[in-house]
């Protein structure tokens, strides 16, 4: 007897299958260029999550208390298994794992979400082509490439806002099961930018209308319609939604004696505002916020200006088409970053820089890339309402309707095509961003890092490690020599007279072999109070000097003759 073949696969399923395989290839072929021409440690910010999670276990106290506070823990612990290598965590390649992976997720979260909202009043027939025209513009976007390829949490969040919206559509549609789907999917976006904590008290709200609205269509006796979901699937969603939050707050209010402390604290974007004095063209100005984050958004999807407003008013038009027809609405959603970041530039010291605009800089631009899931998912449905009213005018013969999907879908491709090009002639503004503000960091990083392997490899190092970190990484110096601001009991303020790095700031030569000091940093400070003699400097441009003072004398081991 023949075995029997198995059923063929359903054409969506086909569909993504084929999907998840593109954007596996782009992700890995994109990540590999950029690894080997070093960049994926371009930004600060990529390194220090990389070492935050490094050194949960690579220190003198290692334990989750080394996760600090501001940056949220969530990309910290799923880095946390990929840089257990030393390779991997020098070369920066298991921070871009999770990353990579995110990609994917939300790649094919948009094409879901698209082909969802568009499977409506019969209209079925459309889904393939929105759905494959919003995944194509998200998936190909050159600054979203390159982010994806490092340690950075923009490509993590977003697969975590996607799928959250997704889920969310489906709950709204009558899918009582989705709801607990999305507040996992939420709880995650919490644990990983703060942008989630806006996005999950919108939901909240919504969910409770969406609810009463669900209730209303069973009482009115709706045909075919599905029964709402209970009051305690309800209530257990608002509980996962709210429960990360809670916990982070939680969290400071035990360690740092202060729940806000990640938002008022010594290293909080405040705090940092207020010692380096920084610039804010759009403080207290809530319209000039919200003008430089979209912006921001602009330019991360079209280098020439005109290319960016036009993917702004397509993406209002396909909002407002969604708004009046039902179909997408709760795709709408997509567009919470917009007040989020409004908020958060004028009120919550959190600036962005654009090169066209006053102050002539690029800081932050890679926050636009927030609203890359609402440019995606909207401007196919702008164009397909701009195609759809010029096959009504009269000129027009039946005939030539026929072609409206492909006509649809070739102006998709065209804008993309046009837009992405030239970014890609240019290099991603967020690729610029990161190559602009690493040039002395990474110069200085990588004299001091030379300096610290040619000291004695059983040496301990006292070292604020703070933004140069990264030289200790290139160096493969383990995390583990240093006496840094994270080995103390953070929840003894000001001065914790058993921590370890308190006692050492006291007494620097009592407790390290080599002091190294940025000047100005607490570590440079205790150096010059204790008149310790610097073995060397280091001056680089747009950087404080550093320094290797001298601490307590190295203790041979017998024979030793170095």
């Not at 910010?45 to 208390?65: C, E, M, Q, W, Y």
Request: proline share 6%; charged share 15%.
């Amino acid at each position: 007897m023949k075995p029997q073949s198995s059923p063929p696969k359903a054409h969506s399923e086909i569909e993504i299958v084929r999907l998840v395989w593109l954007a596996i290839f782009i992700s890995v072929f994109s990540f590999l260029s950029y690894y080997r021409h070093g960049d994926v440690l371009l930004y600060g910010d990529a390194v220090a999550h990389i070492n935050i999670a490094r050194r949960i276990f690579d220190s003198k106290t290692p334990g989750l208390l080394q996760l600090g506070t501001v940056w949220l823990p969530l990309p910290h612990l799923l880095i946390l298994p990929f840089i257990v290598s030393n390779k991997m965590w020098q070369s920066g390649a298991g921070g871009s794992i999770p990353s990579m992976a995110a990609y994917v997720l939300s790649v094919l979260g948009i094409f879901r979400l698209v082909r969802s909202a568009l499977s409506r009043n019969g209209e079925e027939q459309a889904t393939p082509v929105g759905a494959w025209a919003a995944a194509i513009l998200y998936a190909a976007n050159p600054n979203l490439i390159y982010m994806q390829g490092t340690a950075m949490g923009e490509s993590l969040y977003l697969a975590f806002f996607i799928w959250a919206v997704v889920y969310f559509a489906e709950f709204a549609r009558g899918n009582a099961k989705a709801l607990t789907k999305c507040g996992l999917c939420l709880a995650a976006a919490c644990l990983t930018r703060y942008d989630g904590w806006f996005l999950a008290a919108l939901l909240m709200v919504g969910a409770l209308i969406v609810y009463s609205h669900l209730c209303q269509r069973r009482e009115s006796g709706v045909p075919g319609f599905t029964n709402p979901p209970s009051r305690g699937q309800i209530i257990k969603f608002l509980l996962i939604a709210a429960a990360a939050p809670i916990l982070w707050l939680a969290y400071n209010a035990a360690v740092y004696r202060n729940p806000l402390e990640f938002a008022n604290g010594p290293y909080s974007a405040k705090s940092i505002e207020q010692k380096t004095a920084t610039v804010n063209p759009a403080k207290g100005n809530l319209l000039a916020a919200g003008s430089y984050f979209l912006k921001a958004a602009e330019l991360n999807v079209a280098e020439l200006s005109w290319l960016g407003r036009l993917w702004l008013a397509l993406a209002l038009l396909g909002s407002l088409v969604a708004a009046h027809s039902g179909r997408g609405r709760v795709a709408l959603l997509l567009w919470a970053p917009t007040p989020f970041y409004a908020l958060s530039v004028a009120y919550g010291s959190v600036p962005i820089f654009v090169p066209t605009w006053w102050p002539l800089a690029q800081y932050n631009v890679r926050y636009g890339l927030q609203l890359l899931p609402a440019f995606a998912v909207f401007v196919p449905m702008g164009v397909s309402f701009l195609v759809q009213s010029a096959t009504k005018l009269p000129r027009f013969e039946a005939s030539w309707r026929r072609w409206m999907g492909t006509a649809t879908m070739l102006g998709i491709l065209l804008l993309a095509a046009a837009s992405y090009t030239a970014i890609w002639r240019t290099d991603p503004i967020c690729y610029r961003e990161a190559h602009i503000n690493m040039k002395g960091r990474v110069a200085l990083d990588r004299q001091l890092g030379e300096w610290i392997k040619s000291l004695p490899p059983n040496s301990t190092l006292l070292m604020y490690l703070g933004e140069h970190v990264g030289a200790l990484e290139q160096a493969g110096i383990p995390l583990r020599r240093t006496i840094n601001e994270s080995n103390h009991r953070v929840w003894k303020h000001p001065v914790d007279p058993e921590g370890l790095w308190e006692r050492a700031l006291l007494d620097p030569a009592s407790y390290a072999e080599y002091i190294v000091g940025f000047e100005g940093d607490p570590v440079w400070t205790a150096a010059r109070d204790h008149h310790l003699t610097a073995l060397v400097e280091i001056h680089t441009t747009g950087q404080s000097p550093a320094a290797i003072f001298q601490g307590r004398t190295l203790l041979r081991a017998p024979g030793s003759t170095r």
